[in-house]
């Protein structure tokens, strides 16, 4: 046993020591995606413009790589540019040029730029790439750990021969902090940062800084070369209470007064409640100085703002800023989401309560008798004045969600019939839709909405209204069943409703307002069968004392009528709605005339002509000769968009086959058949030939031939399609009998239609009405910001209210849009809202209005458009240009307000609260009264020295100071000659 076990205590282990350690793997991670973006040798580009880190565009690419199990993220930020002309000869010649990133640092095109990377900024790079710890990656905190990432970065840059600037992030990323290197042929730039909270009293002022920054480059030289600066103060402008803001809250006290009347209910309000600019920032710039043209030291400054050669200004907006329209919609965009139904936000329902004292068996006798027209004229609050006191017996006037003033002032704007002079039974005017090439025509048609003079579109508003002013959710379930009232009755007496154009419904508009239009139908309809009940009962009169004669003279009135209304409606009379017209049917079975080809017709002649509307030119019956007259014929039903949808589903369900498609073809000639029997009452003994040359001309085909005398005659007979045996056109002409229009049943019920409807309008719940009229609600809103913008005339929002447009064309065309999408239409419209408030509150602040002088107010109005545009203005002339005057001015004022406020609050302050000797705030004697201590103080300083030695190679020295009220930034690029060292 001894013997077997010494080869296995001979084992050992055996250490590879060529394995890559994890901190290896990093580097050549690093560099294999630094070789991926070609970032390998010096690419020098064209010198950089003034301005461009503003305008130009900048790009970015990312990706991730490991330390171990630690995640950082690689991306590379460039600004793009066009590539340099002949960059391989460029390449011989700057083979020993420094990179392009230390030239950079002595660029002075682009100091302080604003809107650009912190890095840019600092340093005044157009390409670099940073690492940093990865979104959900902890902070680099140790010293270690940030030499060990810099050690990596230095040999990685060293292996590749990349010349792009790199940089690691460390520590919290809220304090930006960043180190990195730049190395090229001999040179090396390295990036180093400090920053502090409180800020060392010594480097306040340019001589301090000076200073530091002299010290850190070391240079052996004497006299030190000139260091160049440039220096930037910013000073902040907040109070702005000698300005008030134009805008007021609406007074809805006044929309139910006297004189502003209820007309204020269909406009929407529009601005902002406060003002949406917060803040002015005035930055003034000294550009290019040398060292020793001025002094700025702990005692003396000759940075004076007012004689600042440069000024620039920016605004700083208010952060969702409170604006009516946009408040307007999003609080009736949240009825959308709602579960509540009318019943339940407001009790027990008004028919409800009806029902307890009316008998529901006589319900359907009630709504088919003929409705009595009133002699006296009746208001709105007259029409619900019943169904008001019905209510009250079980919900307190207190209760009530809208008050009557209130409610009355509506109805009276929704309906102004009511208040006119000329009684309600008497047709109402005609609301036509706006001309088709009309720019409010397109977009009520694209947004699926209504006319902007239509009651949907009033109804939508001030339902909006209510929601927002009166009782919220409870003010709009209240004001809808009013509405609904309002509809009934208006069918129960025979009114119009006004605000809708005639005919059938529109399917261009949103659906309620279809229902709206086919339940206006359904009144014309009954008023004109009620008006042919009259004339049918004067016709009856006349026929008994006058005789034949009188009755011939009445059909000859009766058929001019016809003429011009070209309907059937004023010959039926409401008790024979379902007349099947039973006696006629068994006489003509009897006789054996049944309408067909054989036979019929002969018989048919001798029957008596009924229902003739006027005679169709010279044509006559081919087979009698007799007069061919047009009948009296049905309209068709019109529809909504939801029936016919239900009705391409039922003809869709009868399937392919040919049972069904034989059905379908049935279902759908229902109107051919009346026209069929029409047109036999009206002339008896035709043939289908007869129809078909009225009905289908171009089914009856003629042509000329030659009889047995020789005579040349034309002959016609039916087209291929009619000759199909058993096709639907003979199945219907064998069907129809001699009807005339006026005794068949009709095509529409409008009783039952207009039951439909207002049953429809019911059961709808406040979420059910706010979708249908979002889309009007939107319409408006969008009209409205078009009215506002033309009286600012700005180009952004022009451009801005176009994708508004195209953007709710394709989401409100289509039934049930998703929220996500109607919100941001809603935000869209927000945003342009508080540009234009932004707008009037620079040009209220700036008195563009006050100008005398044409081209000054032109200056102001194109120096406000800029500051609603760009990051940053440029403002003409600094300080002695007009617009600079103005902003003087503004600054002035409020340190006249600052002064006496604190002279007002102590007039010994605290010892503890004495301001240090040599402050800044005390340094500056000749801005101190006009200007607030600045906000901001950046310095950039920049040199070209030898460094390590005096024989060393110049290069590039740059540092970037930032100092504001808590925080304290030094950035510095520092270039030394590595030839040597």
């Known amino acids: 046993m001894a013997a077997d076990s010494e080869p296995e205590s001979e084992v050992f282990e055996i250490t590879d020591f060529t394995t890559a350690s994890e901190w290896e793997r990093f580097i050549s991670k690093v560099e294999e995606v630094l070789n991926d973006w070609k970032l390998i040798g010096n690419s020098l580009g064209k010198p950089l413009e003034k301005g461009i880190f503003t305008s130009g ?11 171990a199990d630690f995640k950082f993220s690689v991306t590379h930020h460039y600004l793009v540019q066009e590539s340099s002309d002949k960059e391989e000869g460029k390449d011989e010649l700057l083979e020993d040029a420094v990179p392009q990133a230390m030239q950079d640092l002595l660029c002075m095109n682009n100091d302080f730029p604003p809107r650009a990377h912190c890095l840019v900024r600092w340093y005044g790079l157009r390409e670099f790439v940073v690492i940093a710890p990865a979104a959900n990656s902890d902070a680099v905190l140790s010293e270690s750990k940030c030499n060990l990432l810099l050690s990596s970065v230095s040999i990685a840059l060293g292996n590749t021969g990349c010349q792009v600037p790199l940089f690691v992030q460390i520590h919290h990323k809220w304090r930006r902090m960043y180190v990195g290197e730049c190395q090229g042929p001999g040179v090396r730039t390295d990036f180093e940062m400090v920053h502090l909270r409180k800020v060392p009293n010594q480097y306040t002022h340019l001589s301090g800084l000076l200073d530091i920054f002299k010290s850190k480059i070391g240079c052996p030289l004497t006299p030190l070369p000139p260091v160049s600066i440039a220096i930037r103060f910013t000073y902040v402008l907040q109070d702005w209470q000698q300005y008030f803001w134009p805008q007021q809250p609406p007074d809805i006290d006044a929309l139910v007064g006297g004189e502003v009347g209820g007309l204020e209910f269909g406009k929407l309000p529009f601005g902002a409640c406060e003002d949406p600019i917060s803040e002015l920032h005035l930055a003034t710039t000294w550009p290019n100085l040398t060292e020793g043209i001025i002094v700025d030291n702990d005692v003396y400054s000759d940075l004076d703002p007012l004689q600042a050669p440069h000024w620039s200004v920016r605004v700083r907006k208010a952060d969702n800023p409170q604006c009516l329209l946009g408040d307007f919609v999003t609080e009736f965009f949240k009825i959308c989401r709602r579960k509540e139904s009318t019943d339940e936000i407001l009790g027990r329902s008004t028919f409800e309560e009806e029902g307890r004292d009316v008998d529901i068996s006589h319900a359907l006798s009630k709504l088919t008798e003929p409705a009595p027209v009133p002699i006296h004229k009746l208001s709105v609050s007259n029409m619900v004045h019943t169904a008001k006191k019905k209510i009250r017996k079980h919900r307190g006037a207190d209760e009530s969600p809208l008050n009557n003033d209130v409610l009355n002032t509506i109805l009276l704007f929704l309906f102004p019939d009511a208040a006119s002079e000329k009684p309600l039974e008497a047709p109402l005017t005609d609301n036509s839709n706006p001309p088709s090439d009309g720019e409010e025509y397109n977009l009520y048609n694209q947004f699926k909405s209504a006319p902007s003079d239509s009651l949907t579109y009033k109804l939508a508003l001030c339902l909006c209204m209510i929601n927002f002013y009166h009782g919220g959710l409870k003010g709009v379930a209240h004001l809808w069943q009013e509405f609904v009232l309002e509809m009934r009755f208006r069918w129960e007496n025979n009114f119009l409703i006004p605000g809708l154009a005639s005919g059938p419904p529109d399917l261009r508009c949103c659906l309620l307002h279809q229902k709206l239009q086919m339940l206006n139908c359904c009144i014309e309809r009954k008023r004109t069968r009620d008006e042919g009940r009259k004339t049918g009962a004067s016709d009856n009169l006349a026929q008994a004392f006058s005789g034949d004669a009188a009755k011939d003279s009445l059909k000859d009135a009766d058929k001019e009528k016809g003429e011009v209304g070209k309907s059937w409606d004023s010959w039926s009379d409401s008790e024979e709605e379902f007349f099947e017209c039973l006696s006629d049917t068994e006489d003509l079975k009897g006789n054996g005339q049944e309408g067909g080809k054989k036979g019929g017709p002969k018989e048919m002649a001798n029957l008596k002509p009924e229902g003739r509307l006027r005679q169709h030119g010279k044509l006559t019956l081919l087979h009698n000769g007799e007069p061919l007259y047009i009948p009296i014929t049905q309209e068709p039903a019109p529809m909504t968009e939801d029936l016919l949808e239900e009705q391409s589903e039922v003809l869709a369900k009868l399937g392919t086959s040919a049972e069904g498609a034989h059905l379908r073809a049935r279902m759908q000639s229902a109107c051919l058949l009346s026209d069929m029997e029409s047109f036999k009452a009206a002339n008896p003994g035709c043939y289908l030939e007869d129809f078909v040359r009225w009905y289908s001309p171009r089914d009856y085909i003629e042509e000329e031939v030659v009889d047995e005398k020789g005579n040349v005659v034309l002959k016609g007979e039916l087209s291929a ?12 002409w064998e069907t129809a009998k001699p009807i005339p229009a006026r005794r068949q049943r009709r095509l529409f019920d409008d009783t039952r239609e207009a039951e439909k409807v207002l049953h429809y309008l019911a059961v709808q719940k406040p979420a059910d009405l706010a979708r249908h009229l979002l889309p009007c609600v939107i319409h408006a809103s969008v009209l409205k910001v078009k009215e506002e913008e033309n009286l600012e005339n700005i180009s952004s929002v022009k451009k801005i209210i176009k994708q508004i447009i195209s953007h709710s064309s394709k989401v409100l065309h289509f039934p049930n849009p998703e929220d996500k999408k109607l919100e941001e239409i809603i935000h869209q419209i927000t945003n342009v809202e508080a540009i234009i408030a932004r707008a009037r509150s620079l040009k209220a602040k700036f008195g563009t209005e006050k100008c005398e002088q044409e081209e000054e107010k032109e200056d102001l109005e194109r120096f406000v458009s800029c500051l609603l545009e760009q990051p940053e203005v440029l403002v003409i002339g600094a300080g002695r240009g007009h617009a600079g005057r103005i902003i ?62 005096p024989y060393s190679r110049a290069l590039p020295q740059r540092m970037y100071s930032v100092l504001t009220k808590e925080d304290f930034r030094l950035a510095g690029a520092f270039s030394s000659d590595t030839s040597f060292f």
């Open 57 to 67: 565009t900048w790009e970015e690419k990312s990706d991730e790589i490991f330390f």
């Open 721 to 732: 399609r009619m000759k199909i045996p058993s096709n639907m056109w003979v199945e219907a």
């Open 888 to 949: 003087h001015k503004l600054f002035v004022n409020a340190q006249r307000l600052t002064e006496s406020s604190d002279e007002a609050a102590a007039l010994s302050p605290p010892e503890e609260e004495l301001k240090r000797p040599g402050a800044p705030e005390e340094r500056r004697p000749s801005a101190a009264s006009d200007f607030p201590p600045p906000a901001g103080r950046e310095l950039l300083l920049r040199t070209t020295v030898p460094r390590p030695a």
